[in-house]
């Protein structure tokens, strides 16, 4: 038996007055995949940064490689061969890839910085990874998938012998997955050993040595991935009952024949993305499926007036809309839930309580007045925490304090408090828990059945089969079919049906 690359030993850990991490035991073998799983909120992140000396413990041990360690800060977890990618992006969005990769440690020839040996340096590290692009682009023009790659390419690149990931499959499409997963083992042959944090559980069975499950803030086990399966890890995730957490299709009840909510008509987004035509009927759940890049996302965003369309009409209610920004798309009555939701979707520096209002704010005001009516915005913002089960000690919390999963389901509330007429959601579940998302696809289903019409992007094909009434698949910025969920048997069909162009 390998032994222990790292461990952490009796780790407590608080908040203020809230307890967050209580004695937790936690222990890396040389080598291994280890998941970490829990609900959101549960601790995971935290631990991890407690490891990389971004928090710092109130009590506990750590050793690495048997010898005690005080890791204060990123630096000190550097020197330990410690290396994180955040569930939160941290690049900077206005640098290259290559000035990224080199932040902090930027290579240097005579006393100045080396752009060229920094550009070619990164290029190979890239390539090593199969990732051909050029390291001149910036950030912000790449896709949140892209972005996440760039990350493990910056962490890799520093020779850690610890690497934590923190969700990183959360905004990558399939087939990025499966490129990641293959740097994952091609980095265990190395020797690395690997912290692998996810909500996925065919992920976690996958990709997996073992496993520590936590569940508010305690550990529950620890054990190897073949003493367990999908149903132990549910059950020791939610305490108890699983088969309530399990979503299964069911045939839902609208007039697949009726009127038309949203018509769009040979919508032409760029060269590539046009002739882009379907309808929604009201109380419908259409479904997109496609691979990254396939101009899902666009549609989505050129719907909502973040993308100008070059050409095509748009109706809604049986009305030509002209939608040139999204305060145009919000009046008119869409709402996104966009991809990217801590980029878009977020203004972190404020309360949970004022990003729940933010869309709904003209519905608050009291009579005539600008003043909006605190009553009804804390019971607005109340009711969200409540419906969506977000975990947090008060509405007035800082939301860049709330765990990764519980700011996604902040941002989900506050769309739902529109009250549109047509929702879009872009991957919505990425991120969140098992039960969270029950709750999220049972709050599409009800909101279809009071008429209205939803669009939903999603990679997980188990997602679009368990929610959608029809779905339709791109390719290559094309619209390549359109399937009544209930004419799919399996999802392996759907999986042939996406690459087919
Ligand atoms: N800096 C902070 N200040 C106050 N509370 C915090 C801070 N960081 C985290 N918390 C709280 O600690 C708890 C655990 O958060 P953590 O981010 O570790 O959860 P997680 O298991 O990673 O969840 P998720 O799956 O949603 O990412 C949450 O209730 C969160 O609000
Ligand atoms: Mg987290």
Not at 183 to 200: A, D, F, P, T
Not at 259 to 265: A, C, E, R, W
Not at 384 to 413: C, E, F, M, P, R
């Amino acid at each position: 038996m390998s032994k222990a690359i790292l461990e952490m030993k009796g780790i407590n850990k608080s908040f203020g007055s809230v307890s967050v991490l209580e004695n937790v035991d936690f222990s890396l073998k040389e080598g291994e995949v280890h998941a970490l799983v829990g609900g959101n909120g549960a601790g995971k992140s935290t631990l991890m940064k407690i490891m990389t000396g971004v928090y710092s413990l109130d009590s506990g041990e750590v050793f690495i490689n048997g010898g005690k360690k005080n890791i204060q800060n990123t630096k000190d977890a550097k020197e330990n061969g410690i290396a994180m990618i955040f569930q939160e992006l941290s690049l900077v969005p206005t640098m290259s890839i290559a000035e990224n990769i080199f932040l902090g440690e930027e290579l240097t020839r005579n006393g100045f910085r080396d752009v060229a040996a920094m550009k070619k340096k990164s290029k190979e590290i890239l390539n090593e990874l199969g990732i051909f692009i050029n390291p001149e682009l910036k950030v912000n023009q790449l896709s949140v998938g892209m972005s996440q790659m760039i990350e493990i390419a910056k962490a890799i690149s520093k020779n850690a012998k610890i690497l934590i990931l923190d969700e990183p499959t959360a905004s990558l499409s399939d087939s990025e997955t499966v490129q990641l997963f293959r740097i994952i083992k091609q980095l265990k042959e190395n020797g690395v050993s690997m912290v692998y944090i996810s909500h996925r559980m065919n992920e976690i069975l996958s990709i997996s040595d073992s496993v520590t499950i936590l569940r508010d803030g305690k550990k529950v086990i620890t054990d190897k991935i073949e003493n367990m399966d999908l149903d132990k890890i549910i059950s020791h995730l939610v305490g108890g009952e699983t088969s309530q957490r399990k979503f299964e299709w069911v045939e839902r009840e609208y007039d697949a024949d009726g009127d038309l909510i949203l018509k769009v008509d040979n919508l032409k987004i760029n060269e590539k993305i046009q002739n882009i035509s379907f309808g929604l009927t009201k109380g419908e759940i259409l479904g997109i499926a496609g691979l990254m890049g396939s101009g899902r996302t666009e549609i989505l965003e050129t719907l909502f007036g973040i993308r100008r369309k070059l050409g095509g009409t748009v109706e809604l209610m049986g009305k030509v809309v002209n939608i040139k920004n999204s305060e145009d798309a919000i009046k008119s009555g869409f709402a996104l839930i966009p991809e990217d939701r801590r980029r878009q979707g977020l203004v972190l520096g404020h309360s949970v309580k004022s990003n729940a209002i933010l869309p709904y704010l003209r519905k608050l005001l009291v009579g005539r007045t600008h003043l909006i009516s605190e009553k009804a915005s804390n019971e607005l913002a109340k009711n969200d925490i409540k419906k969506l089960n977000i975990k947090t000690d008060s509405i007035h919390k800082k939301i860049n304090l709330l765990s990764g999963g519980n700011q996604q389901k902040v941002v989900i509330a506050k769309w739902l408090n529109m009250n549109p007429k047509v929702m879009m959601l872009d991957e919505p579940t990425a991120g969140v828990d098992i039960g969270a998302k029950t709750e999220i696809i049972e709050i599409i289903r009800n909101f279809a059945d009071e008429g209205k019409g939803v669009i939903l992007v999603s990679s997980e094909l188990t997602e679009l089969l368990s929610v959608c009434d029809r779905i339709i698949t791109m390719f290559d910025g094309k619209i390549t079919a359109s399937i009544l969920r209930k004419n799919i048997n399996s999802e392996e069909e759907l999986q042939n049906a996406v690459q087919r162009n």
